[in-house]
């Protein structure tokens, strides 16, 4: 078969993309537990400004992650209207608030594209790469940086050898 004719294998990725404000941004479908609609959290005292606080999910303590306060674009008054997406990475569960869940996609490996070198720490740290689709611009969330307890344990300083 000449190789013209050859096709090449080339990986997928499966995504689902959801909106904060005007924006749209997209997690790997495998950390997706499930979606569900709003239901008011329990405030923690002095959780991190980014935490809306603890849901009960049927049995589990779930911590609600303002997915726009923690990447820095305003904290989110929720509403009926708004969604958590519950995702589990690296052995924790967390729900992440935003305001809807847009589409699944497949996409080919190679349509992600890297980060921009920004002068932004917050894009650097929590966006994994940025895919072009029609006239969208969706940036794929590193869902592991977003986490409070993976944030501290990457700020820790590493333990003395003995």
């Not at 070198?117 to 794929?140: H, W, Y």
């Not at 409070?148 to 003995?162: F, I, K, L, N, R």
Request: charged share 20%; proline share 6%.
């Amino acid at each position: 078969m000449p190789d013209t004719e050859r096709k090449t294998y080339s990986p997928t990725l499966e995504f689902i993309t959801f909106h904060i404000g005007e924006e749209e941004y997209c997690v790997d479908i495998m950390a997706v537990r499930e979606i569900r609609g709003w239901t008011r959290a329990t405030a923690l005292p002095h959780a991190p400004h980014y935490v809306s606080g603890v849901i009960n999910l049927r049995g589990t303590v779930l911590p609600i992650i303002d997915l726009a306060a923690r990447l820095g674009v305003g904290a989110t008054e929720p509403t009926s209207r708004h969604v958590i997406i519950v995702l589990q990475v690296e052995g924790q569960v967390v729900g992440l608030l935003a305001d809807a869940v847009s589409d699944i996609m497949t996409v080919k490996a190679e349509e992600m594209h890297a980060t921009p070198n920004v002068d932004s720490e917050t894009a650097k740290l929590f966006v994994k790469g940025i895919l072009a689709v029609d006239e969208r611009m969706i940036r794929q969330i590193d869902v592991a940086k977003v986490f409070p307890a993976q944030q501290q344990q990457d700020a820790a300083p590493p333990a003395a050898a003995a």
